[in-house]
């Protein structure tokens, strides 16, 4: 089997209206020769970000979309780090600035509207183009996090930024998990500053230019970017600009770097918005994302390894189950937040539903295959999993926006970037890197590049993996459950059982978790169907 085998073509992509794919020949729906570096944790992608911005220089352009935004979220955690200090510094010395924000719902509903539209709003005062964009589903978000720089004149320097992290507050945490100081707050669980386990995936290559056109293709739609007559009202006595400005002409793709080696596909979900009328480029949407995941599910032989804030549903748990029952020798392996993100009814009980459908339906396919773990600090405070990583075999890997659940695979704008390696026979080397440097972090083992196979060996096959994990977490919950007596045990992982809800509490949360958690956005057709 061919490492692109695994992955989507032109027509599997199933989105006849974008131009994505325009430039890759034939069938094929990615690019060659690429490099990208997984980036564990927000802190170290802010640092390498903020370096990256400030040394851009008349004639770039830097672009960028959000679905959450805070304006004084320091990069560094420097005074003139802050995210609209960065970004209007670099517009004003000659930078193309340009950014979609999510409007976001109110701060009432624990989103994000006031502080997203305050960063639009302080961009655009100091001259970058930062535009508060709201075409989408009722009750529905942008959630892709991307950010593109390209250098005038200078494209070996080009770079793309995919995946979970959002330029706010809680995200620039590190290894030791002691959470941003400039904090979000959430369920009591998490203390006064939550730690945040996050990944993003730093671009170079040809891929960079398949990203900028991402964005593109949602800053050239001519929908407006609210139909909402409260917002537009809002806007107009605001003076916000309304009204996306050309942008210059795309630049070719950039050329493949030193050791560029792998090939990267982008997977994406957009709504059937408004019975298909809207998005020029995904008429009825796009659910690759979705198609993405299931195909490289189904090939999936020896070990999928999720990292993941949801997890949730009948939809994505029968993609798994179908498949543990089609290979006897499939483990899966899922990090997920040891807890909600809220507490409270509306907020925690939902999602516990929803953890319980998929983790039901795997657990009754495969019991011994099959474990599920949170993630906590050497203090003992859960951490937030916030990460959107999988891998497969080895082989096929992805950091993006979307996460195991419906709402990411047909209802929320998403966006993936998947990695696969020819430059191996068996596996994909930056597949099973990724993989063992996370496993490394959750295992408390100390690694570097040189020394990460040999310190991981015992987790390169799939039963050892599984075997590792256990045992960790068999002693750390231990440790817990027999009051926290003598030394702590190394490792940082704890076992999640499948979450147990009365008759009557599944009755009471099953319509908002159907219709606010993990809504469909698929048009009627293909509920019906049932597929994607």
Known sequence: MQHTDWLLT????????????????????????????????????????????????????????????????????????????????????GVDVRGLIWRSHMEMLNFSASENRLLGRQLQARGAEALLDMRVRTGGSHHQKLLV??????????????????????????????????????????????????????????????????????????????????????????????????????????????????IVQLLRTYPNLRHGRDYPFARGGERSVARGYSKAI???????????QYLWGQHVGGVFTQA????????????????????????????????????????????????????????????????????????????GSDNFNRRSWTHDSELSAVVVDPSADDHSPYARRLRLN???????????????LEVMADCVEAPGMFAAYAETARRLDAWHEGGRVGERPPGRLRRLRQPELGRLERAAATPLYLLLHDPDGRPKPLKEQGGF
């Open 10 to 93: 032109k027509s599997e992509r199933a989105n006849e209206d974008t131009v994505l794919d325009d430039s890759h020949p034939g069938e094929a729906a990615w690019s060659e020769g690429n490099l990208v570096r997984p980036l564990i944790h927000g802190a170290t992608y802010f640092a390498e970000l903020h370096e990256r911005l400030e040394a851009t220089r008349p004639g770039d352009l830097v672009l960028f979309t959000d679905w959450q935004g805070d304006a004084d979220e320091r990069l560094t955690g420097e005074p003139g780090s802050e995210v609209v200090e960065v970004l209007a510094r670099a517009d004003e010395r």
């Open 149 to 262: 720089i390209r250098h005038k004149g200078h494209p070996e320097r080009d770079v793309a930024y995919v995946g979970g992290i959002d330029l706010c507050h809680s995200r620039r945490d590190d290894a030791e998990h002691h959470g941003d100081p400039q904090a979000l707050e959430m369920a009591q669980e998490y203390g006064h500053t939550p730690p945040w386990h996050d990944v993003q995936a730093a671009i170079t290559g040809p891929a960079v230019f398949d990203v900028e056109t991402v964005f593109r293709e949602r800053w050239e739609d001519p929908t407006g970017l609210t139909r909402h007559p409260v917002y537009w009202t809002q806007d107009k006595i605001l003076r916000m600009d309304m009204h996306p400005d050309p942008l210059p002409a795309q630049a070719p793709p950039p050329p493949s770097p030193e050791g560029g080696t792998q």
């Open 298 to 308: 189904s090939r999936a032989e020896k070990l999928i390894y999720v990292e993941d």
């Open 324 to 399: 543990l029952r089609d290979n006897p020798d499939l483990h899966v392996i899922a990090v997920v937040p040891l807890f909600t993100d809220q507490s409270g009814f509306t907020a925690r009980t939902p999602q516990l539903l929803g953890r319980q459908r998929a983790m039901q339906q795997m657990a009754e396919a495969a019991p011994d295959r099959v474990a599920i773990y949170g993630v906590e600090n050497h203090e003992g405070t859960p951490v937030y999993v916030h990460a959107k990583v999988c891998v497969m075999d080895d082989v096929w890997a992805t950091i």
């Open 438 to 452: 996370l496993a490394a972090e959750h295992l408390d083992r100390t690694v570097d590049d040189d020394s990460l």
